[in-house]
């Protein structure tokens, strides 16, 4: 950024040890996106969806996953602003398969403020609560409608030596 331009520190990540501490820091400090971490507290009505329902209505973005760390990932997704319904709760799950019969993980973001006040976008950070070096699936559920079905890839450990890696970079 140019010196002449007063951010207020704000254009600085902050950097701690939190593995997304860096990514969380340079994308609020932009008011892009914040990261939430879902609450736990899920029903399982929550996960009820019409298998008939089009996502594309509901999650026109679809989702992504990015920001990889040995313990997890973060989760994004984008609710249709004719879609969004303040009262509703949107809902997170991601299983070790793509027919989720071996669910890791269920959550609930319920701020809808948080989701308007970034254009209807939610980044979901997971880190801690995954395995390393382990493939997953995921998706969102919003309203009776589920998402398309996400894929991502945790880090492996710190002291492992893998033989081979690859990186995929989408920059817009």
């Known amino acids: 950024m140019a010196d002449d331009i007063n951010l207020g520190g704000r254009d600085e990540p902050v950097r701690g040890d939190d593995d997304h501490a860096e990514l969380l820091s340079e994308l609020d400090s932009h008011d892009l996106a914040i990261a939430t971490t879902p609450d736990t507290d899920t029903g399982t009505k929550r996960f009820e969806y019409d298998p008939d329902a089009d996502p594309d209505t509901v999650f026109p973005q679809s989702v992504a996953s990015g920001g990889p760390t040995p313990t997890g990932v973060i989760l994004w997704t984008r609710i249709a602003p004719a879609a969004f319904d303040a009262t509703a709760l949107l809902a997170v799950r991601v299983a070790r398969d793509s ?30 609560s995954l ?35 690859r990186f995929a970079v989408l920059a817009c």
């Open 131 to 165: 395995e390393s070096d382990r493939e997953y699936y995921y998706r969102f559920y919003y309203r009776n409608t589920a998402s398309r079905i996400g894929r991502c890839q945790t880090l492996p450990a710190p002291d492992a030596s893998p033989e081979v890696m």
């Open 99 to 128: 027919d989720f019969e071996e669910v890791v993980y269920e959550g609930v973001v319920a701020d809808a403020e948080q989701i308007k006040s970034h254009d209807y976008t939610v980044k979901v950070d997971l880190d801690g």
